[in-house]
């Protein structure tokens, strides 16, 4: 049977990662937290007076933008946790989410949806990393685009594109 704890294990070449002393639970959110960002995410602060405000770097490592690096700026309200933080992309990417002036289109960042993916009280800011994690992997979406031209180039020639992704990625790498 396949754990969580066992992939760790194998990914990790045999460590447990597990400190002594650590409870059952800490050491269950840690394998869930390390396999959903899997070490791709680094929260930097420019001014530490301002926990409000940090920087969010996401390097995917599989998908069209592995070996990226992508920067987001995370401004957390003061009405948070009743509003969602706002969320911009500093990195020039070209991704049918993110738009080209680094607007994002992920539902758990919209106060109001009609589906019930956007933004509730019981959300949290890891949530919000995992999310725009996960913009380069599992919620790639080109089928309900922001950036519609990345989405249409996509579903045009997806052999341009991966090679369109390559260069980029290889030029603008923050």
């Not at 840690?30 to 409000?52: M, N, Q, V, W, Y």
């Not at 919000?128 to 579903?155: C, K, M, Q, R, Y």
Request: proline share 5%; net charge negative.
């Amino acid at each position: 049977m396949l754990t969580l704890a066992s992939k760790l294990k194998r990914d990790d070449g045999g460590k447990t990662g597990r400190a002594s002393g650590a409870s059952d639970s800490t050491h269950r959110v840690s394998i869930r937290d390390r396999l959903l960002t899997k070490g791709t995410c680094k929260a930097s602060f420019p001014d530490e007076d301002k926990l409000h405000h940090f920087q969010l770097a996401v390097s995917p490592d599989e998908g069209y933008y592995q070996s990226g690096r992508f920067q987001f700026e995370i401004d957390v309200p003061e009405a948070y946790n009743m509003v969602p933080p706002k969320v911009r992309c500093l990195t020039r990417i070209w991704h049918p989410n993110i738009t080209e002036n680094g607007e994002i289109c992920l539902s758990l960042l919209r106060e109001h949806s009609i589906d019930g993916t956007g933004w509730a009280p019981t959300r949290t800011l890891k949530d919000v990393v995992w999310g725009l994690n996960s913009l380069f992997t599992d919620l790639l979406n080109f089928d309900d685009p922001l950036n519609i031209d990345a989405a249409e180039h996509h579903l045009r020639d997806k052999v341009t594109l991966t090679s369109s992704f390559d260069s980029v990625l290889s030029s603008n790498t923050v």
